[in-house]
């Protein structure tokens, strides 16, 4: 157990909807990333925050959008989602934003768009 | 834009072989490499490595960085069925985020 925690597990949903991944980062680190994770594309780095403030955006849809909030837990939107959509969202944590650290994740929300 | 490489995609080995995992990678102002393995879902860490040729080691599992060739090596000894996963290699550079390759999965068989 890695210590950070995500929900839901498992998500099925229709296409066209709008969902929220939420996460909770080990206790005392302050930057949380997420990765979607489908079986073409390996693991994809979205966005990162640090101490409730954007840090590094990596290939994020427009339709997606992310936020952490003063207790540092984060959580991901996703709407108008896509039949490719579907795929599994990690969220991993880290002591401080900055590289060279280790990033510890979570088990994974795993969406499924119908 | 960062970029990671891992070979082979996919290896098959018997129990007791040994093993050699490959990751090279393209990173603008190099951090640290990290080694993960994922079974069922999240990826767990392995080995963080910040320095050219010096050897992590973790009972069975091994892994080098050559900063100079801009690859390292995993290797893992005396293989057993609980091995059997994904191993992910990961890099940053002047961003905190990692960059990983798409992984090399192995299955050791009886």
């Known amino acids: 157990d890695s210590g950070v925690t995500q929900t839901p597990k498992h998500l099925i949903t229709a296409t066209g909807q709008r969902v929220t991944l939420r996460c909770s980062p080990r206790?005392?680190?302050?930057?949380v990333y997420w990765y979607q994770q489908s079986l073409d594309q390996g693991l994809q780095f979205l966005i990162q925050?640090?101490?409730?403030?954007?840090?590094a955006k990596g290939n994020i849809l427009e339709r997606f959008s992310a936020q952490q909030f003063p207790d540092l837990h984060s959580e991901l939107n996703l709407s108008s989602l896509e039949l490719g959509d579907s795929a599994l969202y990690f969220c991993?944590?880290?002591?401080?934003?900055?590289?060279?650290?280790?990033?510890?994740f979570g088990e994974g929300s795993w969406l499924t768009v119908v | 834009e960062d970029k990671v490489v891992q070979s082979p995609l996919s290896l098959v080995v018997h129990e007791g072989d040994t093993v050699t995992l490959n990751c090279s990678y393209e990173?603008?102002?190099?951090?640290?490499l990290l080694w993960y393995k994922q079974e069922k879902k999240a990826p767990t860490f392995l080995f963080m490595l910040?320095?050219?040729?010096i050897e992590k080691k973790s009972g069975r599992l091994s892994s080098i960085l050559d900063k100079k060739e801009l690859s390292s090596i995993l290797n893992i000894t005396a293989t057993q069925t609980g091995d059997s996963a994904i191993y992910l290699c990961?890099?940053?550079?002047?961003?905190?985020?990692?960059?990983f390759g798409t992984g090399t999965r192995l299955q050791v068989t009886l």
């Open positions: 991993a944590s880290s002591v401080s934003g900055t590289a060279g650290n280790t990033i510890y």
């Open positions: 925050y640090y101490n409730g403030e954007e840090r």
């Open positions: 206790s005392g680190d302050l930057s």
């Open positions: 990173v603008t102002n190099f951090r640290s």
């Open positions: 910040t320095s050219s040729g």
């Open positions: 990961a890099v940053s550079g002047t961003a905190s985020k990692l960059t």
